[in-house]
C-alpha cells in the first residue's frame, strides 16, 4: 500500500497560479471525500518560492491513511508577462502561427488526429481574425459616411477612421478576453517554439521542475513520485521527466515509483509540426523508459484533448518491441458525473477540460483525489480499474490492505 505521495503538477496555459489552483482543490477535495467516506486534513498553501508553492494532504479510511505532498510548478508570471505584451504583437505571432500551420499542413494532421480539436483551434483563430476584421470593417465604414456622406476633409476622415477602429477593437476585447481568444492565440506561437527546441519561455519551469524531481527520487521519502502535466502542462511534463533524466539517467532505478501522468494532453498537437523535432524526440525517450511509468488519459468528451489516438505512433515515431510506454487510459466523464450535471457540461468545453482534476458525483476508475491520495499505486488504478473500486467498501475501508 501507499502511505507517502509526491506530487509535481504542471498546469495547462492558466494565469490563475496556486493560489487559484489550490482554492479549486481544496473545494473539490471535500466532495471527494464525502463520495468515498474518507476523511482529509488539508494544510495550508505555501509559497516556497518564485518557481514552486506547494500544500499537504493527508486522506484516510478506517484502515488506511496517505500523506501527500502537492508541489505546484509555477508559471503564472511567465503567463501574465506574455498576455501583457503589446496586443498588436500578440496578434502578429498568433497569425503567423495560423499561416505557418496552414503553409505546413499541421492544421490538417491536427483535424485528421482528431477533427474536435481541430474545430475548437479554428474557431478561435477564426475569432481572432474576426476580431479584427470587425474593427477594420467600423473604420472603413466610418471613413467612408464621414468623406462621401459628410464632406469631410480627407485628414479628418482618416482620424475619424482610425478613432473607430481603435474604439470597436477596445470595445470588443474584453470578450476576446472572455472567450479565450487572446490567451489561446497568445500561447501557441510559444508552443510551437518550444517543440522546435528553441529557447523559450518555458524553459525555467522545465528546468526547475527537472532538477525538483531528481531530488524529490534522491530523498526517497516516498512510495511513489507523481509528475502530472494537464492540458498545455502535459508536454512540459514530457519534457521536464526527459530532462530529469539526463540530470540523472539511474534516476528511474531506485528509490521510489516515478509516474507521469498526461491528462487532457495537447502534445500531439505540438508534435504535428513538421519542425518539431526537439518533442518527437522527448516522446521517443519515454516510450522506450522502463524505469518510468508514463499513463495518458483521454476522454471522448473533451474536446481539447485527442481520445483514441496513439501518442507515440500517432505523431510518425515508429518504435518496435522496445517500446513500454504510455499506458493508454480512455476515461468516460458519464461515468463520474451524475446524468443532470453531465449534460449540463457536455457543451462547456473547458469546464469539462478541467474534469480531470476535479471531484466526481460517482465512484469511477478514474477519481483524480483518490489516485493523488488513495493507497492504490496509479499504475494499478488504470490496469484494473472497476476491479479498484471494489476493493473499497462503502465506508471507506480498503478490502486490499494487506
Not at 376 to 387: G, L, S, T, Y
Given at each position: 500500500?501507499?502511505?507517502?505521495?509526491?506530487?509535481?503538477?504542471?498546469?495547462?496555459?492558466d494565469?490563475?497560479?496556486?493560489?487559484g489552483?489550490y482554492?479549486?482543490?481544496?473545494s473539490?477535495?471535500?466532495?471527494?471525500?464525502?463520495?468515498?467516506?474518507?476523511?482529509?486534513?488539508?494544510?495550508?498553501?505555501?509559497?516556497e518560492?518564485a518557481d514552486?508553492?506547494?500544500w499537504?494532504?493527508?486522506?484516510?479510511?478506517?484502515?488506511w491513511?496517505?500523506?501527500?505532498?502537492?508541489?505546484?510548478v509555477?508559471?503564472?508570471?511567465?503567463?501574465?508577462?506574455?498576455?501583457?505584451?503589446?496586443?498588436?504583437?500578440?496578434?502578429?505571432?498568433?497569425?503567423?502561427?495560423?499561416l505557418?500551420d496552414?503553409?505546413?499542413?499541421?492544421?490538417?494532421?491536427?483535424?485528421?488526429?482528431?477533427?474536435?480539436f481541430?474545430?475548437?483551434?479554428?474557431?478561435?483563430?477564426l475569432?481572432?481574425?474576426?476580431?479584427?476584421?470587425?474593427s477594420?470593417?467600423?473604420?472603413?465604414?466610418?471613413?467612408y459616411?464621414?468623406?462621401h456622406?459628410?464632406?469631410?476633409?480627407?485628414?479628418?476622415?482618416?482620424?475619424?477612421?482610425?478613432?473607430?477602429?481603435?474604439?470597436?477593437f477596445?470595445?470588443?476585447?474584453p470578450?476576446?478576453?472572455?472567450w479565450?481568444?487572446?490567451r489561446?492565440?497568445?500561447?501557441w506561437p510559444?508552443l510551437?517554439?518550444?517543440?522546435?527546441?528553441?529557447?523559450?519561455?518555458?524553459?525555467?519551469?522545465?528546468?526547475?521542475?527537472?532538477?525538483?524531481?531528481?531530488?524529490?527520487?534522491t530523498?526517497?521519502?516516498?512510495?511513489?513520485?507523481?509528475?502530472?502535466?494537464?492540458?498545455?502542462?502535459?508536454p512540459l511534463?514530457?519534457?521536464?521527466?526527459?530532462?530529469?533524466?539526463?540530470?540523472?539517467?539511474?534516476?528511474?532505478?531506485?528509490?521510489?515509483r516515478?509516474?507521469?501522468?498526461t491528462?487532457?494532453?495537447?502534445?500531439?498537437?505540438?508534435?504535428?509540426?513538421?519542425?518539431?523535432?526537439?518533442?518527437?524526440?522527448i516522446?521517443?525517450?519515454?516510450?522506450i523508459?522502463?524505469?518510468i511509468?508514463?499513463i495518458?488519459?483521454?476522454?471522448?468528451?473533451?474536446?481539447?484533448?485527442f481520445?483514441?489516438?496513439?501518442?507515440?505512433a500517432?505523431?510518425?515515431?515508429?518504435?518496435?518491441p522496445?517500446?513500454?510506454?504510455?499506458?493508454?487510459?480512455?476515461?468516460?466523464?458519464?461515468?463520474?458525473l451524475?446524468?443532470?450535471?453531465y449534460?449540463?457540461?457536455?457543451?462547456?468545453?473547458f469546464?469539462?477540460?478541467?474534469?480531470?482534476i476535479?471531484?466526481?458525483?460517482?465512484r469511477?476508475?478514474?477519481?483524480?483525489?483518490?489516485?493523488?491520495?488513495?493507497?492504490?499505486?496509479?499504475?494499478?488504478?488504470?490496469?484494473?480499474?472497476?476491479?479498484?473500486?471494489?476493493?473499497f467498501?462503502s465506508?471507506?475501508?480498503?478490502?486490499?490492505?494487506?
Amino acid at each position: 500500500m501507499i502511505t507517502r505521495r509526491r506530487i509535481i503538477y504542471l498546469s495547462g496555459y492558466d494565469p490563475q497560479g496556486p493560489q487559484g489552483y489550490y482554492a479549486l482543490f481544496g473545494s473539490q477535495l471535500k466532495r471527494a471525500c464525502t463520495l468515498w467516506h474518507t476523511k482529509f486534513t488539508l494544510g495550508p498553501l505555501v509559497i516556497e518560492s518564485a518557481d514552486i508553492a506547494s500544500w499537504t494532504v493527508t486522506i484516510g479510511g478506517p484502515n488506511w491513511k496517505v500523506f501527500t505532498r502537492y508541489d505546484f510548478v509555477r508559471q503564472e508570471d511567465i503567463i501574465s508577462a506574455n498576455c501583457a505584451e503589446p496586443i498588436i504583437r500578440q496578434i502578429y505571432r498568433g497569425v503567423r502561427w495560423m499561416l505557418d500551420d496552414l503553409a505546413t499542413g499541421t492544421t490538417f494532421r491536427v483535424f485528421r488526429a482528431n477533427w474536435q480539436f481541430g474545430m475548437h483551434h479554428v474557431v478561435l483563430q477564426l475569432l481572432l481574425l474576426a476580431w479584427i476584421a470587425t474593427s477594420m470593417t467600423a473604420g472603413t465604414l466610418g471613413w467612408y459616411i464621414a468623406r462621401h456622406k459628410l464632406g469631410v476633409a480627407t485628414p479628418i476622415g482618416v482620424g475619424i477612421s482610425v478613432a473607430i477602429v481603435f474604439a470597436i477593437f477596445m470595445a470588443l476585447r474584453p470578450l476576446a478576453n472572455r472567450w479565450l481568444v487572446i490567451r489561446v492565440n497568445n500561447h501557441w506561437p510559444y508552443l510551437r517554439e518550444f517543440g522546435r527546441g528553441e529557447a523559450n519561455c518555458f524553459d525555467r519551469p522545465i528546468e526547475i521542475g527537472a532538477a525538483h524531481l531528481r531530488d524529490l527520487v534522491t530523498a526517497n521519502d516516498a512510495d511513489e513520485v507523481v509528475v502530472i502535466g494537464h492540458s498545455g502542462g502535459a508536454p512540459l511534463a514530457q519534457c521536464m521527466v526527459t530532462r530529469a533524466l539526463e540530470l540523472d539517467p539511474d534516476l528511474g532505478l531506485r528509490g521510489p515509483r516515478i509516474v507521469m501522468l498526461t491528462i487532457g494532453s495537447i502534445t500531439p498537437a505540438v508534435a504535428f509540426h513538421p519542425r518539431a523535432l526537439k518533442i518527437r524526440e522527448i516522446i521517443r525517450r519515454l516510450a522506450i523508459e522502463p524505469s518510468i511509468n508514463w499513463i495518458e488519459c483521454q476522454s471522448r468528451k473533451d474536446a481539447l484533448n485527442f481520445w483514441g489516438f496513439d501518442p507515440v505512433a500517432g505523431v510518425g515515431i515508429q518504435l518496435g518491441p522496445e517500446r513500454c510506454n504510455p499506458l493508454v487510459w480512455q476515461l468516460r466523464f458519464r461515468d463520474m458525473l451524475s446524468p443532470k450535471l453531465y449534460r449540463k457540461l457536455r457543451w462547456k468545453l473547458f469546464r469539462l477540460h478541467f474534469q480531470y482534476i476535479m471531484a466526481n458525483q460517482m465512484r469511477a476508475s478514474y477519481d483524480y483525489f483518490m489516485l493523488i491520495g488513495g493507497p492504490v499505486p496509479i499504475i494499478e488504478w488504470a490496469k484494473r480499474q472497476r476491479d479498484v473500486i471494489a476493493e473499497f467498501s462503502s465506508e471507506g475501508e480498503y478490502l486490499g490492505a494487506e
